[in-house]
Nanobody
Framework: VQLVESGGGSVQAGGSLNVSCRYP?????MTWFRQAPGKEREGVAFIANNGRTVYSDSVKGRFTISKDVPKNTLYLQMNSLKPEDTAMYYC?????????????????WGQGTQVTVSS
């Protein structure tokens, strides 16, 4: 299963970015993770097949996860970006019926797209 992220880049604090992830077919849990240099990978947001979404406290109210099923594309709209949002952003997916923000719940991963926020 190949997941391909795109849309990363550099932006100033307070700006916005929208990253995308193409996937070959829909899976029950689709999630965004991020990993900053020297830090552990953390779950940012997931969207379940029934539309339920969950966000980490660090991005709640600023980020929005969505997916376009006909286009097989997962999105993460990031607004009010902060320097601490700088990280490599990864999409992950799995068939599991219980979605989480824990990386060991996901077998399928993309290669990542870099997001850099300057102050």
């Amino acid at each position: 299963v190949q997941l391909v992220e795109s849309g990363g880049g550099s932006v100033q604090a307070g700006g916005s970015l929208n990253v995308s992830c193409r996937y070959p077919y829909n899976m029950y849990c689709m999630t965004w993770f991020r990993q900053a240099p020297g830090k552990e990978r953390e779950g940012v947001a997931f969207i379940a097949n029934n539309g339920r979404t969950v966000y980490s406290d660090s991005v709640k109210g600023r980020f929005t996860i969505s997916k376009d099923v006909p286009k097989n594309t997962l999105y993460l709209q990031m607004n009010s970006l902060k320097p601490e949002d700088t990280a490599m952003y990864y999409c992950a997916a799995d068939y599991g019926g219980v979605c989480t923000l824990k990386e060991d719940s996901y077998r399928y991963w993309g290669q990542g797209t870099q997001v850099t926020v300057s102050s």
